[in-house]
């Protein structure tokens, strides 16, 4: 079994962060090791919440803690995604450099959740400096979406060829795999939702019905990275890890559309979770 640490929020009610990450990575057989960057009532999303940022130390203390039991060693992966403070951000750097000192084949998945004031995701200062300036030079793998993608390349994407053009450069920056988690308004096919997953070896996009919300559900990008990271280390090739995420994240948005929820229907797709129907196929470009 691969044991995953996954630094992300944690919302009391609906699926955000932690919310959404976890229970998929347990479905597909990870054990989880969840800490929570922030405890707040319910997605900031929603424009109001209550909760607080964990206080600065704990991660590390955390971490040292684990260390006291010899159990980093058996730490497979690291995942992080909404930081709360940018004190965090140096507790994200130790913790995956203290893992590695105890297993040099932990990875390290960087979700790089940035600020967009557009859709009311709010970051603190200094947090997205870390991503551009730190998770680069120490992710194995990173899975922006457009706007963030945009930040750490610091590009201005309006075409899908800019968007490869851009996954491609944090690849030759030393990223081993970016994951493009949405194409947004540079998808070739604008009624549908596209990825890419980009390697040194290989660019594979893939595309699955796009579903239209009153309000669109927040925590899907939380989502796809649990899972694309639970299916790597389950041991599936760069393509068939990107088909089953595809697949899976299809499954929840489906049902999630079909109660008219704002909020991720994970427990009503949880035997597609488990053993999803490979509905989709990527490509080489």
């Given at each position: 079994?691969?044991?995953v640490l996954?630094?992300q929020?944690?919302?009391?009610?609906?699926?955000?962060?932690?919310?959404a990450a976890?229970?998929?990575?347990?479905?597909?057989?990870?054990d989880?090791w969840?800490?929570y960057t922030?405890q707040?009532s319910n997605?900031?999303?929603?424009g109001m919440w209550?909760?607080?940022?964990?206080?600065?130390?704990e991660?590390?203390?955390?971490i040292?803690g684990?260390?006291?039991?010899?159990?980093l060693?058996?730490?497979d992966?690291?995942l992080s995604g909404y930081l709360?403070?940018?004190?965090?951000?140096?507790e994200?750097?130790h913790?995956?450099t203290?893992?590695r000192?105890?297993n040099?084949?932990a990875l390290?998945?960087?979700?790089?959740?940035?600020g967009?004031p557009?859709?009311?995701?709010i970051v603190?200062?200094?947090?997205?400096?870390f991503?551009?300036?730190?998770?680069?030079?120490?992710?194995?793998m990173?899975?922006p979406n457009l706007y963030?993608?945009g930040?750490l390349t610091?590009?201005?994407?309006?075409?899908?060829?800019?968007?490869?053009?851009?996954?491609r450069q944090?690849?030759s920056?030393?990223?081993?795999?970016v994951l493009?988690?949405h194409?947004g308004?540079c998808s070739r096919d604008?009624?549908?939702?596209?990825m890419l997953?980009v390697?040194p070896?290989q660019?594979?996009?893939i595309a699955r019905?796009l579903y239209?919300?009153?309000?669109m559900?927040v925590g899907?990008?939380?989502?796809?990275?649990?899972?694309?990271?639970?299916?790597?280390?389950?041991?599936?090739?760069?393509?068939?890890?990107?088909?089953?995420t595809?697949?899976v994240?299809?499954?929840?948005?489906?049902?999630t559309?079909?109660h008219d929820?704002?909020?991720?229907?994970?427990?009503?797709?949880?035997h597609q979770?488990?053993?999803?129907?490979?509905?989709?196929?990527?490509?080489v470009?």
């Amino acid at each position: 079994m691969k044991n995953v640490l996954s630094v992300q929020s944690s919302v009391v009610y609906g699926y955000a962060g932690n919310k959404a990450a976890v229970l998929p990575m347990q479905l597909s057989g990870i054990d989880v090791w969840p800490f929570y960057t922030v405890q707040f009532s319910n997605h900031t999303q929603y424009g109001m919440w209550q909760g607080m940022a964990m206080p600065h130390g704990e991660l590390s203390a955390i971490i040292s803690g684990l260390d006291d039991l010899q159990k980093l060693a058996q730490c497979d992966a690291v995942l992080s995604g909404y930081l709360g403070d940018k004190r965090h951000c140096e507790e994200v750097k130790h913790a995956v450099t203290t893992i590695r000192q105890r297993n040099p084949q932990a990875l390290y998945f960087c979700d790089p959740v940035m600020g967009d004031p557009q859709k009311g995701c709010i970051v603190a200062q200094g947090v997205e400096s870390f991503f551009v300036d730190d998770a680069i030079q120490l992710a194995d793998m990173m899975g922006p979406n457009l706007y963030e993608l945009g930040v750490l390349t610091g590009r201005q994407l309006r075409s899908f060829d800019e968007v490869v053009e851009a996954a491609r450069q944090l690849v030759s920056w030393g990223v081993k795999k970016v994951l493009v988690k949405h194409l947004g308004d540079c998808s070739r096919d604008k009624q549908a939702f596209e990825m890419l997953l980009v390697t040194p070896e290989q660019t594979l996009h893939i595309a699955r019905p796009l579903y239209t919300f009153a309000k669109m559900p927040v925590g899907v990008g939380d989502l796809i990275c649990s899972v694309m990271l639970a299916s790597l280390l389950n041991g599936y090739e760069d393509k068939q890890a990107l088909e089953r995420t595809t697949s899976v994240v299809d499954a929840v948005m489906r049902l999630t559309k079909e109660h008219d929820s704002y909020e991720l229907r994970l427990i009503d797709a949880r035997h597609q979770i488990m053993d999803p129907q490979v509905r989709y196929q990527a490509t080489v470009i």
